[in-house]
T-cell receptor
Framework: NAGVTQTPKFRVLKTGQSMTLLCAQD?????MYWYRQDPGMGLRLIHY???????AKGEVPDGYNVSRLKKQNFLLGLESAAPSQTSVYFC?????????????FGSGTRLTVV | TQLLEQSPQFLSIQEGENLTVYCNSS?????LQWYRQEPGEGPVLLVT?????EVKKLKRLTFQFGDARKDSSLHITAAQPGDTGLYLC??????????FGTGTRLKVLA
């Protein structure tokens, strides 16, 4: 199915370990986003990209890095995982940031840091 | 500061009942969108409302955008277990980036 694909779906990390979350979209969208979703906090924007080779900080960027080397892929990295980064991570994409077409989301990555 | 407040936070109803959830802000939004998120999945766009006073219907779901474009409501008629999920409103206001509301978690019991 067309859309946004995230891998992995689940992951458990030990404190201090690193990992990369992968996101791929096949809709030729310029904009891509990484969100985290926590109970009672809603969806919070971590980083976003307005096109290939660009990245920008969102609301909660600390402890994360991103890269967009190809238009269809957006990678989220955790260099030294902390328990506070336990969350569900969603990747999304859109034609533009202020779009009336909405965002297309992946199915999420559930990350637990112990 | 949360620009989009949703109420109620939680709602548990019996199949066949009607319900309304609200999305409120003190800011004017150029458009508002409603998403539904099922357990273990990402949010899926249901509708976009753009014009103040606009009403859109999607089968048993009715969406309304307030005249002043500061609030929106979602009404579900004769709720079914398949309507269970987290309902999120989202939109852009002024210089703020696209933001999501706090969500309403709906459970429809058979």
């Amino acid at each position: 199915n067309a859309g946004v694909t995230q891998t992995p779906k689940f992951r458990v990390l030990k404190t201090g370990q690193s990992m990369t979350l992968l996101c791929a979209q096949d809709m030729n969208h310029e904009y891509m986003y990484w969100y985290r979703q926590d109970p009672g906090m809603g969806l919070r924007l971590i980083h976003y990209s307005v096109g290939e080779g660009t990245t920008a900080k969102g609301e909660v960027p600390d402890g994360y890095n991103v890269s967009r080397l190809k238009k269809q892929n957006f990678l989220l990295g955790l260099e030294s995982a902390a328990p506070s980064q336990t969350s569900v991570y969603f990747c999304a994409s859109s034609y533009s940031m202020l779009t009336v077409d909405g965002y297309t989301f992946g199915s999420g990555t559930r990350l637990t840091v112990v | 500061t949360q620009l989009l407040e949703q109420s109620p936070q939680f709602l548990s109803i019996q199949e066949g009942e009607n319900l309304t959830v609200y999305c409120n802000s003190s800011s004017v939004f150029s458009s508002l969108q409603w998403y539904r998120q099922e357990p273990g999945e990402g949010p899926v766009l249901l509708v976009t409302v753009v014009t103040g006073g606009e009403v859109k219907k999607l089968k048993r779901l009715t969406f309304q955008f307030g005249d002043a474009r500061k609030d929106s409501s979602l009404h579900i008629t004769a709720a079914q277990p398949g309507d269970t999920g987290l309902y999120l409103c989202a939109g852009t206001s002024g210089t703020y980036k696209y933001i999501f509301g706090t969500g309403t978690r709906l459970k429809v019991l058979a």
